[in-house]
C-alpha cells in the first residue's frame, strides 16, 4: 500500500511504525473496558478509571521493549525525574478525555508522542471507537487515516465565514471568557464557543464540527490544567498539517520540562494567519 508515509525520513520510520501500533492495540485495551472500568477520583478531583491505567500499561510496555532508553512521561505513571537528562521522551496521553470515556460518548483519545531535545519529532492521535488516527513527523508532514482506507495527507486550510475560538474549563473558563470576547469583537469576524467535547487536532478537522483555534488563556490566580501529554502529539499534528501552536508569546511549546505543565497559556489554530491575528489582539487585550 503506498501512500506519503513512504517518504517518511528512515530516523523515525520505526519510531512512528511503533507508536501507531501501540496507540491502536491500546485503543483496543480500552474498548474491551468500555462502559465498565472501574472509576475514582485523583487528588486534584479528576477522573480516572481502569481503562486509563491498562492503557498507560500497554503502551509502557510497548515503548520500553522497542525503545529501552529511551525515558517516559506518561500522565497515569510516576514521573521519573531520570527523564530529564534523556534527549529521547516518549510523552503519553492514555486516555485524553477520561470524563467522555466515563460519560460513553466515544469523544476520546489515545496520544504518544516522541520529544527529542524538547520538541516533539513523532506523534499519534488514535479514537478508538471510530479508528480515526492522525500522525505526524517533524519535516514530513501529518497524514489522516480511518478504518479501511489507507493515509492520506493532512492539510489544514482556513474557511471563508467567521473563525471559531474555542476554549473550556481546563484552559481557563469561564474566567479568560472576558478577555476573548474582547479578542473576538476586536477581530470583528470571530466567535468564542466554550466546548464539551474533546479538544484536540481532531477538532479542527473539517467535518468533525471544527474549530478555528484553541484558546488557553489563565485568568487570575488559577492555572490552566494543561500538561504536556495533553499537547505533545497534538502540537506537532498540527503544525505539520499547516497549522500553528505557541504560547501567547508566539514561542514554540518545550517538551520533557521539570515540571510538564504549561500555566501561562497556549493557543492552537489551524491557520498561521489567524494566530498572529489572534496573538496580537491578545497582546493588545491583556
Not at 480516572?48 to 522497542?66: G, M, N
Not at 490544567?225 to 499547516?242: F, H, K, P, T
Not at 500555566?263 to 498572529?276: N, W
Request: charged fraction near 25%; aromatic fraction near 4%.
Amino acid at each position: 500500500m503506498s501512500s506519503s508515509r513512504d517518504t517518511t525520513p528512515a530516523p523515525y520510520a520505526r519510531e512512528l511504525e511503533v507508536a501507531t501500533a501501540a496507540a491502536r492495540a491500546a485503543g483496543e485495551v480500552i474498548l474491551g473496558l468500555y462502559g465498565r472500568a472501574a472509576v475514582s477520583e485523583k487528588p486534584d478531583g479528576t477522573v480516572v478509571t481502569q481503562a486509563d491505567y491498562a492503557s498507560d500499561a500497554a503502551i509502557r510496555a510497548a515503548l520500553s521493549s522497542a525503545f529501552p532508553g529511551d525515558a517516559l512521561l506518561t500522565e497515569e505513571g510516576a514521573d521519573d525525574p531520570a527523564r530529564l537528562a534523556e534527549d529521547r521522551c516518549w510523552i503519553v496521553d492514555p486516555i485524553d478525555g477520561t470524563a467522555q470515556l466515563v460519560a460513553r460518548t466515544g469523544d476520546f483519545d489515545v496520544f504518544i508522542a516522541l520529544a527529542v531535545g524538547g520538541a516533539p519529532v513523532v506523534a499519534v492521535s488514535c479514537q478508538p471507537t471510530t479508528g480515526l488516527l492522525l500522525s505526524a513527523v517533524a519535516g514530513s508532514g501529518a497524514w489522516i487515516e480511518r478504518p479501511e482506507h489507507a493515509p492520506r495527507p493532512l492539510r489544514f486550510s482556513l474557511g471563508s465565514g467567521r473563525s471559531v475560538v474555542a476554549t473550556k474549563g481546563w484552559l481557563g473558563a469561564p474566567e479568560n471568557l472576558a478577555r476573548l470576547g474582547r479578542v473576538a469583537a476586536r477581530l470583528g469576524a470571530a466567535d468564542v464557543v466554550v466546548e464539551t467535547r474533546n479538544l484536540c487536532a481532531r477538532a479542527l478537522l473539517p467535518g468533525e464540527g471544527s474549530v478555528d483555534a484553541i484558546a488557553g488563556i489563565r485568568a487570575g490566580d488559577r492555572r490552566l490544567g494543561a500538561w504536556e501529554w495533553d499537547l505533545a502529539a497534538v502540537d506537532l499534528i498540527v503544525r505539520e498539517a499547516g497549522g500553528a501552536v505557541t504560547d501567547l508569546a508566539g514561542r514554540p511549546l518545550r517538551y520533557n520540562r521539570p515540571t510538564p505543565r504549561f500555566d501561562d497559556g497556549l493557543l492552537i489554530s489551524r491557520s498561521p494567519v489567524l494566530h498572529e491575528q489572534l496573538l496580537t489582539a491578545l497582546a493588545e487585550e491583556p
